[in-house]
C-alpha cells in the first residue's frame, strides 16, 4: 500500500530563525517600546520597596546608644537612656539579655577587638564599664539552638539580670562622658565629655588627657561630643566639640595637629573604613560633610537633605554608602559616588528622632535606635524585595530589568522615578520654609550688591 504524504498546514510551517527575527530596519519602535519597559520597570521597583524588616521594642526607654558586633551579624547591643544594656539576637529578633548597667544614659557602647567577647559601655554618671560575654562562642557561630542548649539562663529572653554578661572592671572619669571608642589594634580608648581623656583597660586611671593646646594641661576648651579612631592609623583620633570645632589629634603626643570649625556645632563623625583618609561629620544644620584628611579647609563633599540635626552617622563596610539619622525621625541612605542627594529616605509615624544608627557587618541591614524605645532593622536597599530564593526564570527577569534601568538611569522619567520618595508632611513644610529662607537671603545679597554698586557709580 502506497502511504500517502501529508501535506503540512501553514501554521507547522516554521521559518528558520534568521527569516523569523526582523531586523533593526523592520522594528522601528524598538527603542520607544525598550524604554517604556525601562519605565515600568523602575516603578514596579519603586511600587514592591519594603524597606521594613522588624522592630524590637522590650526597651522602656529611649535608645541613645547602639553597637554591633566588628566579627559577627548574629547579634547586637544597644543601651537605653534609663541605663539599660540589651543584648539582641538579630536572627530571630530576640532580646537574649538585660542589664542594669549604669545610673544615666548610656551614650557609648565599644567592642574590645582583641577580645571579641568582651564590650566597653560608658555613660553619663561618668562611670566606663568592661563587660565579659562568656557564651559569645555559640552566638558568633551563629547556632540556631543557642537558647536550647542554654535554657538554664536565668535571664535568657527576660528582663533581669543574666549570666550572659558580667561586670569585669568599672572605672571613673569624674565627670560625665558623652562618647566612647577603642583603638583597633590595642587595648587602648579615648572618653569625650567635660574631658577628652585616654585610657588603658589594663588600668583603672586615665593615662593622660588629649587636648588642642599642649600648653594647657591637654585640655580642650569647652566639652567634647564625639570621638573616633581612625581604623587604620589607629593613634589618629577626630574629636568633635561644642564650640563648632572638629580637632585631629596624635594618641602618641596627646595634642592635635590639625583643626577646623563649623558654622555650627557637630554631634558626630565617624571615619572610612576602605579610605582612612576621608571622614564624615553630622551636624546641627542637618548636613553631613566629607572631609579629607589632606585638605581640612573645604568639605569635599556636603549631603543636605534632613531639616534638624544630624544626631547619628555610620559608613558601611564597603566605604562606598553611609547612614544617618536625625532629629527630624528619619532615616537616610547616601551614596558617597553621587551628588550630596540621599538614595532611600525611611520613617515611620511613631519613630521620633532618630539617637543611633549602624550598618551591619555584611552592610545588607541598617539598625536604628530612636525615641520610642525600639530598635528597627532596615533593609540597606529598599528596592531589594526578593527575599526568597529566585528561580532561573525570575533571575534573568530581575537582570533584564535592572539592566533596562541601568541604561536609561540618565533620562528625566526615569531619574524622576528613582528619586521619588514619600517624605513626611512636617519634612516637607520644613524643607519648603529652608528653601524659602535661602531664597530671602540670595534676594538679599543681591539687593546689597547693587546698592553697592550704584554708590560706586
Known amino acids: 500500500m502506497v502511504k500517502k504524504k501529508k501535506i503540512a498546514s501553514v501554521d507547522d510551517i516554521r521559518l528558520p530563525t534568521s527569516a523569523r527575527k526582523l531586523k533593526s530596519k523592520h522594528q522601528p519602535f524598538a527603542n520607544q517600546k525598550e524604554y517604556v519597559r525601562a519605565q515600568n520597570a523602575a516603578k514596579v521597583k519603586q511600587l514592591l520597596a519594603k524597606p521594613f524588616i522588624h522592630a524590637m521594642d522590650d526597651h522602656k526607654d529611649s535608645v541613645i546608644s547602639l553597637r554591633k558586633h566588628p566579627k559577627s551579624s548574629n547579634f547586637i547591643i544597644s543601651g537605653a537612656c534609663d541605663g539599660e544594656l540589651r543584648i539582641w539576637d538579630v536572627q530571630h529578633f530576640k532580646s537574649l539579655s538585660a542589664i542594669k548597667a549604669h545610673e544615666h544614659w548610656v551614650t557609648g557602647i565599644c567592642f574590645v577587638p582583641s577580645q571579641p567577647q568582651r564590650f566597653l559601655s560608658s555613660s553619663r554618671d561618668g562611670f566606663i564599664k568592661l563587660w565579659d560575654m562568656p557564651y559569645t562562642g555559640d552566638i558568633l557561630s551563629g547556632q540556631s539552638d543557642f537558647m536550647g542548649k542554654h535554657h538554664d539562663l536565668p535571664g535568657s529572653y527576660g528582663v533581669h539580670e543574666s549570666h550572659l554578661a558580667s561586670k569585669i ?123 579629607s584628611i589632606k585638605n581640612l579647609k573645604r568639605a569635599k ?34 551614596d558617597t559616588r553621587t551628588l550630596g542627594k540621599s ?115
Open 169 to 291: 572592671l568599672s572605672f571613673h572619669s569624674g565627670g560625665a562622658i558623652n562618647d566612647l571608642d577603642v583603638s583597633a589594634t590595642s587595648n587602648q580608648f579615648v572618653t569625650a565629655g567635660s574631658s577628652t581623656q585616654l585610657w588603658d583597660i589594663t588600668r583603672t586611671a586615665p593615662i593622660s588627657h588629649i587636648g588642642w593646646n599642649s600648653d594647657s594641661s591637654g585640655f580642650f576648651e569647652c566639652t567634647t561630643t564625639a570621638i573616633r579612631f581612625n581604623r587604620s592609623e589607629t593613634n589618629l583620633v577626630c574629636v568633635c566639640d561644642y564650640d563648632g570645632y572638629v580637632t585631629l589629634c596624635d594618641t602618641r603626643t596627646k595634642k592635635g595637629f590639625g583643626r577646623f570649625k563649623l558654622d555650627d556645632r557637630p554631634n558626630c563623625c565617624e571615619f572610612n573604613p576602605r579610605n582612612p583618609t576621608e571622614f564624615i561629620v553630622g551636624s546641627d544644620s542637618g548636613k553631613c560633610r566629607l572631609f
Open 301 to 334: 563633599q556636603v549631603y543636605e537633605g534632613h531639616t534638624n540635626a544630624v544626631l547619628s552617622v555610620d559608613w558601611s563596610p564597603l566605604g562606598s554608602d553611609f547612614v544617618s539619622g536625625s532629629m527630624d525621625g528619619t532615616i537616610r541612605l547616601w
Open 343 to 457: 538614595r532611600d529616605l525611611y520613617h515611620t509615624r511613631r519613630m521620633g528622632r532618630v539617637n543611633t544608627v549602624q550598618y551591619s557587618v555584611d552592610s545588607r541591614v541598617v539598625y536604628s535606635g530612636s525615641e520610642d524605645c525600639n530598635v528597627r532593622a532596615w533593609r540597606a536597599h529598599a528596592a531589594v524585595h526578593h527575599t526568597k530564593q529566585m528561580n532561573a526564570r525570575e533571575q534573568a527577569a530581575k537582570r533584564y530589568s535592572d539592566s533596562l534601568i541601568k541604561k536609561y538611569i540618565d533620562m528625566p522619567d526615569i531619574r524622576k522615578i528613582q528619586r521619588q520618595k514619600f517624605v513626611p508632611k512636617h519634612v516637607k513644610s520644613a524643607q519648603k520654609k529652608r528653601r524659602e529662607q535661602r531664597e530671602r537671603e540670595v534676594e538679599k545679597s543681591r539687593h546689597k550688591y547693587r546698592s553697592k554698586s550704584k554708590k560706586i557709580i
